[in-house]
């Protein structure tokens, strides 16, 4: 396993159990403790964890973890999941993406689409996350457009007035939104709050809202919210969404996709 599988590994781990020691990463990723010891102690040094005896614990509650360091958890969901979005979309449409893995993975689903190889436009393509801009602008069938505003390193979406300004002067046919945790009661939620108000403005330009989120998502909250449950049109999950958890979203107006 690579330096940085390893520390990709490492860190997905931490985020999980909140707490992890040598001994404990080390039978995890069949490496030796010395080797953990020195991931440990790099990571530390990059402020990406606290360094304790025997081990090591994330930054707080709220930690989350840059999208370069995240590992395909959950993958082959999200893979399901991005395709079953993708399909929702027609040719021709104005599609707001937010930043996200699951998100990225709906970008890269859409290239590869047979009906979208060509058009003037295929498709256009709003977003304020960098590396899906980046993926999507080799396509020249597809419109891309940016929203300008300030890049925040933990997830490369660009956040600020100056994205304000370019949303305002835009309409969208679908608004797919990635979330940190999305709620029947509470909303999709994110980490950042100004993260969260150009996502929630990329909905209020939008004709109809998707939430693109695999079902480790569904019930959790965090700090910022985007938009109610109601807002939403359609939820995209996978079929390890609990009946229950379906049940509250129907109950909420969605439309409830599990695949």
């Known amino acids: ?65 840059p999208l370069r360091y995240k590992t395909a958890r959950h993958a082959s969901e999200k893979q399901r999941i991005a395709k079953a979005v993708a399909d929702l979309i027609a040719p021709g449409e104005a599609v707001g993406l937010t930043g996200g893995t699951t998100t990225t993975e709906v970008a890269r689903a859409l290239a590869v689409r047979s009906d979208l190889v060509s058009g003037t436009p295929a498709l256009t393509v709003v977003t304020n996350a960098l590396n899906i801009g980046n993926e999507l602008a080799v396509r020249p069938q597809f419109k891309i457009v940016l929203t300008g505003g300030v890049a925040r390193p933990q997830s490369y979406e660009l956040i600020g007035p100056l994205a304000d300004g370019v949303l305002s002067q835009i309409t969208l046919d679908v608004a797919v939104l990635g979330v940190v945790g999305f709620d029947a ?59 229950e958890t379906v049940r509250l979203f129907e109950e909420a107006g969605l439309r409830v996709i599990a695949v």
């Open 185 to 243: 009661t509470h909303g999709a939620v994110a980490h950042d709050e100004a993260e969260a108000a150009i996502n929630r403005l990329l909905c209020e330009r939008a004709e109809r809202v998707v939430v693109a989120a695999d079902s480790s998502k569904l019930g959790r909250r965090a700090f910022a919210r985007i938009c109610a449950a109601d807002a939403v049109d359609t939820l995209v999950t996978d079929t390890a969404a609990t009946p």
């Open 1 to 65: 396993m690579s330096r940085d599988a390893r520390w990709k590994a490492l860190l997905e781990l931490l985020v999980e159990r909140g707490r992890l020691d040598v001994e404990e990463a080390a039978a995890e990723l069949a490496v030796s403790a010395a080797t953990i010891r020195r991931d440990f102690d790099q990571l530390a040094e990059q402020q990406m964890l606290v360094r304790t005896r025997g081990g090591a614990v994330v930054h707080g509650v709220s930690y989350e973890l």
